[in-house]
């Protein structure tokens, strides 16, 4: 790895404006995973139409493995972000390798509150982010390896990638994973590892997590939401049962996995899954220490500032509805009640009652109103309905009929 370890940033940079060659892509998507479709009406007025650019062959596509030196989500999330709007990937393919501090990390089109609760991740201090590309939410830390594959559009290749995935981990460990059919890899029936993919033009990627040593015990316990019926059209996680792969060779780390997997990045041909050894590998540009700071990537701090605004992480939630049960002290009997909260771009819209057979809402007047969503506010809210008797919450609903 020493040969192929470039040190010098002045080098990277060289990479940068030459073979990488740096460009402003402004026709890529940035809307969503994949550019939406035209109507025939609006691909007739757009002259002129978009050419699919001719294939490189094989032989004139390089490879790099770039290493991220920061362990910060919002700025890994820029960096890939960054590369994606702005690198020609051509000529030119990227895998970068990159791991966080301990956080969770859901989809572009996720709610936060159906797969997390988010009062006690801040509580516990670990950070909420939200990425620009689709499927569900992970929990990373520095056990957990992100690999993403860059390429052009008409290169994109998920089984390619992922198959370089499995490939390393057999050559390195003899460890047998598989490929199911979400996209999963898994080893012993249980996953390792998760994927999604942001599509555009003309750049793509696909990026994927790899558990070596992830905290199993934080993991769980990030995972799991309040106990409340949530009412969202969001895209929800599909839970699957998960191994580290320290739990199948104890040998395994981040850092081996790293190389493992440039390793055999670097070797394997650009387009086919044709290994070349160690006379591919040399061909290659090699692995390139990245550090994304403003100097090296212009841009890269409005993009993280983005990325970690409240606007994008929780206001970018679609809408839902919250609901939860509560008993009201009565003098003959209590009374079930079931709290509403309709929540708009993160902000809670309507709040109110309603009996558990009548489809009537009333009203609940609260300084909460227009606040920013969170558990901690639905719970505070329903403490403070317990302590309202029964008698006043008839009154309450005989007045709004």
Not at 4 to 11: A, D, E, G, I, K
Not at 271 to 279: A, F, K, Q, R, V
Request: glycine content about 6%; proline content about 5%; charged content about 25%.
């Amino acid at each position: 790895m020493s040969r192929l370890l470039r040190r010098n940033s002045s080098q990277l940079r060289l990479l940068l404006s030459s073979g990488g060659q740096v460009t402003r892509l402004a026709s890529s998507s940035s809307s969503g995973d994949v550019e939406p479709p035209t109507s025939t009406a609006q691909q007739e007025t757009r002259k002129p139409k978009r050419q699919t650019p001719p294939l490189v062959p094989d032989s004139e596509i390089k490879k790099s493995v770039f290493i991220s030196q920061s362990s910060d989500v919002f700025t890994n999330l820029a960096l890939e972000d960054w590369l994606y709007k702005n690198f020609d990937f051509s000529h030119h393919h990227v895998l970068l390798l990159w791991a966080n501090d301990p956080c969770v990390v859901i989809g572009r089109h996720q709610n936060p509150f159906t797969e997390a609760n988010v009062s006690r991740l801040v509580e516990r201090g670990i950070t909420l982010a939200r990425r620009n590309s689709g499927g569900g939410a992970v929990y990373h830390d520095l056990g957990n390896l992100n690999c993403t594959f860059f390429s052009p559009r008409e290169r994109y290749d998920r089984k390619y990638n992922l198959n370089i995935v499995t490939r390393a981990l057999f050559r390195e460990w003899a460890i047998k994973a598989e490929i199911n059919d979400r996209d999963d890899i898994v080893v012993m029936d249980k996953k390792i590892s998760g994927t999604a993919a942001k599509l555009g033009h003309p750049n793509s990627y696909h990026h994927c997590t790899i558990l070596a040593s992830a905290n199993k015990l934080h993991l769980g316990e990030s995972l799991v939401k309040e106990p409340a019926n949530y009412i969202s059209r969001a895209t929800a996680s599909v839970p699957s049962p998960i191994r580290n792969l320290v739990d199948v060779n104890r040998t395994v780390s981040v850092p081996q996995l790293r190389s493992a997997v440039g390793y055999e990045y670097l070797r394997t041909a650009a387009t086919s899954l044709e290994d070349g050894g160690n006379t591919q590998t040399m061909k290659q540009r090699g692995f390139q220490l990245i550090n994304p700071t403003e100097k090296w990537f212009p841009g890269i701090e409005e993009l993280r500032s983005n990325y970690s605004s409240w606007d994008w992480v929780i206001g970018k939630t679609p809408k839902f509805t919250v609901q939860k049960d509560l008993d009201v002290k009565g003098d003959d009997q209590d009374m079930k009640l079931k709290l509403s909260v309709e929540v708009e771009a993160g902000l809670m819209k309507e709040i109110g009652i309603q009996l558990p057979q009548s489809d009537q809402l009333v009203p609940v007047v609260t300084p909460l109103q227009g606040k920013p969503y969170n558990e901690e506010y639905l719970n505070g809210i329903v403490g403070a309905l317990k302590l309202v008797s029964a008698s006043n919450v008839k009154q309450a609903i005989n007045g709004s009929a």
